[in-house]
C-alpha cells in the first residue's frame, strides 16, 4: 500500500519547453485533434507561459527550444528526444507532418554537448518512453501500438544502456504512453490500466505493486499527462479526481489549465522534455 502523508521530497529538474505561438490544430493524426474546432493562438500561449512559470516556480530550469513556422506541433516538446545520464536517444516521428521537428531537436542537442543517438527506428521521445531511475536499478518503460514501434524499444536500450521494459497501448485515445502513465517519483507510476493490454496491466502490477491508479475520468481529462518532481505533480485542471488520489499519496498537486493545448492532444508533459545530464 501506498503510505499516506508519507514526506516527499522534490529533486530539482531540467526540462525544454517549446513556445506554442505557431500552434494550430491543421491536421489530425490522433482522435483529439478536430480541424474543425478552432484554437485561440493567445489562449495557448497565455496558459503555456503559466505552465513554465508554474515550473520554474517550483525550483526547476527551463530551457527553450525556438518555435518553427510551418510545425504547429512543436509546442509538444517531450516528442522529439528522449535523455538518460547525458545520453539523448533522438525521434523519428511516424506521421509526416511532424518528421521536420527532429533535425530541430537534434541541434538542440548538439549545441548544448549532449551524446546523441541517432534512431534508425520510429520513436517520438518521451512520449513513448518514461524513466524511473530508482525501480528495480533504473527502468525505462516504453509504449508501442500507435507511434513508437517495438524496434525502437531494443535500440533505445542499446542506446541508453538502461533495461527497457516493453508495454502495450491497445485504446487510439492513449496514443502515446504520456498519457496513459507517467512517474511521480524515481521510483514509482500512476497510470490507467485501461489504456494497456491486458498482459501489460500485469507487468505493470509486478513492477510496481504500490503504484497509484488513475480512472478512465482521470484518463480522459489528460490527468496521466503530468510532470513530477517527486513531491510537486504539475497536471491538468480537469483531473480533479486523480489529484486527490496524489494528495492522498503524499504528493502535492499543481493544477494548470491548458484547455487549448489538450485540442492537440496533449497536456502537460507533451509540452516538457526532461533533460537527464
Not at 483529439?32 to 493562438?41: A, E, L, Q
Not at 516528442?79 to 525521434?91: E, L, M, R
Amino acid at each position: 500500500m501506498v503510505t499516506v502523508n508519507q514526506q516527499r521530497v522534490p529533486r530539482r529538474r531540467t526540462y525544454l519547453m517549446c513556445s506554442p505561438e505557431h500552434f494550430a490544430v491543421e491536421y489530425a493524426i490522433n482522435p483529439w485533434m478536430d480541424v474543425t474546432t478552432p484554437v485561440d493562438s493567445d489562449l495557448a500561449v497565455k496558459q503555456w507561459d503559466r505552465l513554465r512559470e508554474t515550473l520554474v516556480g517550483l525550483g526547476h530550469e527551463v530551457h527553450q527550444l525556438a518555435a518553427e513556422p510551418g510545425l504547429p506541433d512543436m509546442v509538444y516538446a517531450a516528442n522529439g528526444g528522449f535523455s538518460v545520464d547525458g545520453t539523448v536517444y533522438g525521434a523519428r516521428f511516424k506521421h509526416e507532418q511532424r518528421a521536420a521537428e527532429a533535425a530541430t531537436h537534434h541541434a538542440f542537442y548538439e549545441a548544448q554537448g549532449w551524446r546523441f543517438i541517432a534512431p534508425s527506428e520510429t520513436n517520438e521521445g518521451e512520449g513513448d518512453f518514461a524513466y524511473v531511475p530508482e525501480a528495480h536499478g533504473g527502468l525505462v518503460l516504453a509504449g508501442h501500438g500507435f507511434r513508437t514501434e517495438i524496434p525502437a524499444h531494443a535500440e533505445a536500450q542499446e542506446a541508453l544502456g538502461r533495461p527497457v521494459v516493453s508495454l502495450r497501448l491497445i485504446d487510439p485515445r492513449f496514443y502515446h504512453l504520456d498519457v496513459a502513465l507517467a512517474a511521480i517519483d524515481d521510483s514509482n507510476v500512476v497510470y490507467f490500466p485501461g489504456a494497456f493490454s491486458s498482459a501489460s496491466q500485469r507487468v505493470l502490477t509486478q513492477l510496481f505493486p504500490d503504484a497509484v491508479i488513475a480512472d478512465d475520468e482521470d484518463a480522459m481529462a489528460f490527468g496521466l499527462n503530468l510532470v513530477s518532481d517527486g513531491a510537486n505533480v504539475v497536471l491538468s485542471s480537469e483531473a480533479t479526481r486523480l489529484a486527490g488520489k496524489l494528495k492522498a499519496a503524499g504528493y502535492t498537486p499543481v493544477p494548470v489549465d491548458l484547455a487549448e493545448l489538450k485540442k492537440g492532444g496533449g497536456s502537460v508533459k507533451c509540452c516538457v522534455a526532461e533533460l537527464r545530464h
